[in-house]
């Protein structure tokens, strides 16, 4: 996956920036540390770049980096396919963060539109993706893209022995 050019031109005729798609490599774990922060996630550099080498290894993962023109990281898309035994094989977008420095100039949109891409290639009708109900702002975002909510749910943790959060 490598697609360069700009980004889908917007509804409000603001010039929006040349964006590279490409598959996320090692080199990028502190670019995309930085802005797992930014989304409320804080991630050193190195426990990043182990997190993406385990997820890299994985054929029904996909890690893609929207690049700006320079090769600046401005924004990274988290998608998986599964299978669960109720619902049959779907991707899920498990995480999407744009630089807070270039949000609302269609970068997010961009990495959605390549996740339905590698969606399609591998066979698969169906992307879903789950937004926390206090993130108001992406609610309109993917609603505008055309995905339609299904269901509200409750997330519940438990640290089990032998976890190091349990500990």
Known sequence: LDRAGPAPPGRD???????????????????????????????DPAEMHARLSRILARSTDAVLVAELAGGAVAGWLHVVEEEPLETGPHALILGLVVDAQVRRLAVGRTLVSAAESWTGARGLTTLLVRSNAARVESHPFYEGLGYTRIKTQHCYRKAVSGSPEAE
């Open 13 to 43: 005729g603001v010039n929006r920036p040349d964006v590279r798609i490409r598959s996320a490599v090692l080199a990028d774990a502190p670019a995309l540390a930085a802005l797992s922060g930014q989304l409320g996630y804080p991630a």
